[in-house]
């Protein structure tokens, strides 16, 4: 098994990142590839296995080197079949991506959320450094999150465990999110949340603010005005911090985690998004449960959800065949 290949793949609204990975979790080859969502995203696991055959191909290499395909893919995932219940942005519904990608391959597949995935690739190789009580929450367009306890990933009852980003954060002027609910946690800690809170404190009071000159509002904006110390940009980032932390608090004193793990677009932030983000959940977490909690940036990147897609490849499809 030494000479051979986990396959990590990580399914997202516009590309998808494919990797041929050791056993030790080390990347070999990585690449991606747009995704194509027409005819509600049917085309997909097809273009999945072509794009595994021509990497093969041109780096010379046989089928024979691949051992199993791990995937994260968005949305609820059927834990006894792989299918994916709904995945909106996909066009997906009731789509049984396991057993069509096993079609497409040739290869064992396995398959699960993708923020689970990214949680788990963090506790392999990354910031978790092996942590068997772990929570990771991804800061990006939307919310994801994924929890680890005693080295397990949880699913729940119909695989929606994680669902961090629909934590009801909100309750007063609450904007409606994209999953239906009013006032998740994902209308203030995305990336779109952080740019929504800077608009509404940019309309409601006449703080000077560099923000007001911006011809194109980001989150990536918003933090770097902030790191600077405009005013209004860290009355945006300390509001975000407040929901994030008080939702994490909340979890942790439910899961008692060893690290909490910041990952996504948004956690490129860094410090000036950590330090207030630390505050906030010190102040709600039980002290206990404070005590034994390290938050932490995610360190893979990109990289996280096909590392975690090749460990699951690899514990689920490969160790119980030794």
């Known amino acids: 098994m030494d000479d051979k290949w986990l396959v990590g793949v990580d399914i997202g609204g516009t590309t998808i990142k494919l990797a041929f990975i050791t056993d030790e979790g080390e990347i070999s080859h990585k690449w991606e590839v747009p995704t194509n969502t027409a005819d509600n995203g049917i085309h997909i696991p097809s273009e999945i296995a072509s794009a595994i055959d021509s990497k093969i191909s041109e780096l010379g290499e046989t089928?024979?080197?691949?051992?199993?395909?791990?995937?994260?893919?968005?949305?609820?995932?059927?834990?006894?079949?792989?299918?994916?219940?709904?995945?909106?942005?996909?066009g997906?519904?009731?789509?049984?991506?396991?057993?069509?990608?096993?079609?497409?391959t040739s290869l064992p597949v396995v398959v699960d959320n993708d923020a689970n995935v990214a949680a788990i690739g963090e506790m392999w190789k990354g910031a978790g450094e092996g942590a068997q009580n772990l929570l990771c929450v991804t800061l990006g367009t939307g919310v994801g999150g994924g929890v680890i306890a005693n080295g397990e990933i949880l699913h729940g009852v119909n695989g929606a465990a994680g669902e961090i980003g629909h934590i009801a954060a909100v309750i007063d002027n609450a904007v409606r999110c994209n999953c239906g609910k009013l006032g998740c946690l994902e209308t203030v800690a995305s990336a779109t949340g952080v740019v929504r809170l800077a608009e509404s404190y940019l309309k409601s009071s006449d703080t000077k603010s560099i923000l007001r000159e911006a011809a194109h509002l980001s989150a990536k904006k918003i933090f770097d005005e902030a790191k600077a110390g405009d005013e209004l940009a860290l009355k945006v980032v300390n509001k975000l911090a407040?929901?994030?932390?008080?939702?994490?608090?909340?979890?942790?004193?439910?899961?008692n985690p060893e690290k909490i793990v910041i990952g996504g677009g948004v956690s490129k932030a860094g410090e000036t998004l950590l330090r207030p983000l630390q505050q906030q959940f010190m102040q709600y977490a039980f002290p206990r449960v404070a005590e034994g909690a390290e938050l932490r940036m995610a360190k893979l990147g990109n990289d996280a959800g096909v590392i975690g897609a090749a460990w699951l490849a690899k514990t689920m499809l490969v160790l119980p065949q030794l």
């Open 92 to 104: 997906w519904s009731h789509f049984p991506l396991r057993e069509l990608l096993e079609q497409a």
């Open 242 to 255: 407040f929901h994030l932390g008080f939702a994490l608090a909340n979890i942790a004193n439910v899961t």
């Open 63 to 90: 089928k024979g080197k691949l051992i199993g395909l791990g995937v994260g893919a968005p949305g609820p995932v059927n834990d006894e079949n792989g299918s994916i219940e709904v995945a909106v942005n996909l």
